[in-house]
């Protein structure tokens, strides 16, 4: 009755798409009773964010630009994946930027990571009142993106994707304990790499990591493949007392955990992240996806994987259960 209950509000109440043209959607819920929304823009330019009271809400919010490239320098192209976070009282956002389009000696594009704060209590403050933390350093200075963190027994964790020249294929996920928002406290532990048949379609890529805490156990969903129809999400879980550095306590997925509906036309959803519904019980899958496979050139250039909520249910064993992508509901899709 739970799931039926689920299925209806997701497929009625919620409007989907719900935002046209954003990838690598990053939702979250404060204390204010807003929901923030920030997300890559096709011109991969500026960091926007806006926000709404309601999860429809966000479908009509006018966005606020918080953040501008730089003319020249390693923050001056390619802005992706921006990540808005609340740490110890303050606003904090993380994103990838490049110095340029050209891909390196790997054939990899060249981004890094990098840290804004806000000085403001309001994250939607103007431009003016973010600072720029600078890069988030690792050992290895390769392609890596898709940061995000998590408290975890009063410690803060990062968990992101990079290229590691040694291991086959384009990014792996790592985790590391945080000194501050934009320092790493300890060296990074390896958590994923690409493996599967499912992870390593078009591309061998581990991306996009998104952490939720359910019952007794921390998940890790990830996107994997080319960013095409073959984008899928896999599953990493651990128990919540276990050592979150030590991988051998890490389980993960032997298959996909959401992918593309054919029948519904439905392609490559991914890139996720998390939050609650207005009814502070269903818990939200927030993700990009198409309703198309006949893109022109790259597909990182084809505007059109837009944004989209549904609830989720949990499995008899604590891990979640995303069914498949929601049809479109909305027009403007």
């Known amino acids: 009755m739970i799931k039926k209950e689920l299925l209806k509000l997701t497929t009625a109440d919620y409007i989907n798409p719900l935002i046209i043209q954003r990838a690598d959607p990053f939702m979250y819920r404060h204390t204010d009773g807003y929901y923030y929304f920030t997300a890559s823009v096709p011109a991969y330019n500026l960091?926007?964010?806006?926000?709404?009271?309601?999860?429809?809400?966000?479908?009509?919010?006018?966005?606020?630009?918080?953040?501008?490239?730089?003319?020249?320098?390693?923050?001056?192209?390619?802005?992706?994946?921006?990540?808005?976070?609340?740490?110890?009282?303050?606003?904090?956002?993380?994103?990838?930027?490049?110095?340029?389009?050209?891909?390196?000696?790997?054939?990899?594009?060249?981004?890094?990571?990098?840290?804004?704060?806000?000085?403001?209590?309001?994250?939607?403050?103007?431009?003016?009142?973010?600072?720029?933390?600078?890069?988030?350093?690792?050992?290895?200075?390769?392609?890596?993106?898709?940061?995000?963190?998590?408290?975890?027994?009063?410690?803060?964790?990062?968990?992101?994707?990079?290229?590691?020249?040694?291991?086959?294929?384009?990014?792996?996920?790592?985790?590391?304990?945080?000194?501050n928002p934009w320092t790493l406290k300890t060296d990074p532990v390896l958590l994923s790499?690409?493996?599967?048949?499912?992870?390593?379609?078009?591309?061998?890529?581990?991306?996009?990591?998104?952490?939720?805490?359910?019952?007794?156990?921390?998940?890790?969903?990830?996107?994997a493949s080319a960013t095409d129809e073959n984008y899928c999400m896999g599953l990493l879980s651990v128990a919540d007392d276990a050592d979150l550095l030590e991988a051998s306590n890490w389980i993960k997925s032997k298959k996909p955990v959401f992918e593309s509906d054919l029948a519904e036309h439905q392609y490559g959803p991914g890139h996720n992240s998390f939050t609650i519904a207005e009814d502070n019980k269903t818990n939200i899958l927030v993700y990009h996806c198409r309703d198309y496979t006949d893109i022109k050139g790259d597909p990182l250039y084809d505007p059109n994987r837009h944004t989209k909520v549904q609830g989720f249910t949990w499995n008899e064993d604590g891990t979640p259960n995303f069914g498949k992508p929601v049809p479109y509901n909305n027009e403007q899709g």
Not at 193 to 198: A, L, N, Q, R, V
Request: proline content about 4%.
């Open 193 to 223: 790499k690409p493996e599967y048949e499912w992870e390593t379609r078009g591309f061998w890529v581990n991306e996009g990591p998104a952490v939720i805490h359910h019952g007794d156990k921390y998940f890790i969903t990830y996107s």
């Open 47 to 179: 960091i926007e964010i806006r926000r709404s009271k309601t999860l429809n809400g966000l479908a009509h919010a006018t966005p606020r630009t918080v953040w501008r490239k730089h003319d020249s320098g390693m923050m001056s192209q390619l802005i992706w994946a921006p990540e808005l976070h609340y740490i110890d009282g303050k606003w904090f956002i993380y994103f990838a930027a490049a110095a340029t389009t050209e891909f390196d000696e790997n054939g990899m594009f060249q981004h890094r990571m990098f840290c804004i704060e806000c000085d403001e209590d309001n994250p939607m403050a103007s431009e003016e009142h973010w600072i720029e933390r600078g890069q988030v350093k690792t050992p290895i200075d390769s392609f890596s993106l898709d940061a995000t963190c998590f408290k975890a027994r009063n410690k803060f964790y990062y968990v992101w994707a990079q290229k590691d020249p040694s291991i086959k294929g384009n990014s792996n996920l790592y985790i590391a304990e945080m000194e």
